[in-house]
């Protein structure tokens, strides 16, 4: 049984996952570089388990133990007593290594080091540690506490045992699991490239404004949000730099053709709801149309 956790990246991911193990009754210990990214994902938990408390969901004193589960921590090192350790940090595979490989040096050679990667190799995340099959991907979807599903990824590298403790453990966290295999985009991401891509693209011919794409996709199509509403959500940094890596892993499929569109947005730091501007301007966590 999993009960110590670790998570790495107290960004949009991190937060929620630490947040989902936590009412698993773990202990969770979430570490982030910045430290105002810890204040945030604390106040922002504080938030949210006080509108659940509001809805009859949870009551407080659920609410006080999922808080008390979580430690915000300012060094790698603290998470040494884990047995799983989540990354959910920048979508970046060197900056991924190198911290997987300086939280090896802390932690025990049973414990569990997987990835929230959502498009690069775990294989490759996984060579930069000693014992690499202990290596493992666990991609948690936005936001990670209410979306059901969770792939798990084994590199070639990632032993059987590794595999079903994780599986396991995802599951006794109220989660789904789909196995998939180490390629780029894994199901969902991949199945969904077309999704933002298309729609970029449709902008980016002048066949309709953003809110005409979205509202198109919702009434017509019958998607909960629109491509445009959901890389707001999702943040048009992360979104792009997945979309990036899904083009290159995949030697330039034309398929997964990045759109300029979207890395001036990116570059711009117009991010989505994380950053109060997207596609759309974000007032009081309401969309506001700009186009
Ligand atoms: P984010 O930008 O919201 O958060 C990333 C956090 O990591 C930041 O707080 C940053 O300060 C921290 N960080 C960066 N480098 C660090 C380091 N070396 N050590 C410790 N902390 C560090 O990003 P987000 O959206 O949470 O994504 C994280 C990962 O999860 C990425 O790999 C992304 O592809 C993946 N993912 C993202 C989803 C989304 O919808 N945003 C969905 C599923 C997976």
Not at 35 to 61: F, H, M, P, W, Y
Request: aromatic share 10%; hydrophobic share 40%.
């Amino acid at each position: 049984m999993i009960k110590r956790v670790g998570v790495i990246g107290a960004g949009t991911m991190g937060s929620g996952i630490a947040q989902v193990a936590s009412t698993a009754s773990c202990i969770v210990k979430i570490f982030d570089l910045n430290q105002g990214a810890l204040d945030k994902a604390k106040t922002s938990l504080e938030k949210i388990l006080t509108r659940l408390v509001e809805k009859g969901k949870i009551d407080s004193i659920e609410k006080s133990s999922i808080q008390n589960n979580i430690r915000y921590v300012n060094s790698l090192k603290e998470l040494s007593d884990s047995q799983l350790v989540i990354e959910a940090i920048v979508e970046n595979l060197e900056v991924k290594k190198k911290v997987f490989k300086e939280l090896e040096g802390y932690v025990s050679s049973e414990c569990i080091l997987a990835t929230n990667t959502s498009s690069l190799s775990v294989a490759s995340i996984a060579s930069s540690l000693e014992y690499s099959e202990r290596c493992v991907g666990i991609h948690f979807f936005n936001p990670a506490p209410l979306m059901k599903l969770v792939e798990v990824i084994p590199a070639i590298q990632t032993s059987n045992e590794v595999l079903k403790t994780t599986s396991e453990t995802i599951k006794s966290w109220r989660k789904t699991v789909a196995i998939a295999k180490d390629t780029p985009g894994f199901i969902v991401n991949r199945v969904a490239r077309p999704f933002y891509g298309e729609a970029l693209r449709i902008y980016e011919e002048g066949i309709a404004s953003f809110s005409e794409i979205d509202s198109a996709m919702k009434e017509v199509g019958g998607f909960r949000m629109g491509p445009f509403e959901l890389m707001d959500f999702i943040g048009n940094d992360v979104n792009y730099t997945v979309t990036e890596s899904v083009f290159t892993a995949f030697y330039y499929d034309p398929r997964y053709k990045p759109s300029f569109t979207q890395k001036r947005y990116a570059e711009a730091g117009w991010l989505g709801r994380k950053s109060g501007k997207g596609y759309y301007e974000y007032k009081d966590g309401k969309a506001v149309i700009l186009n």
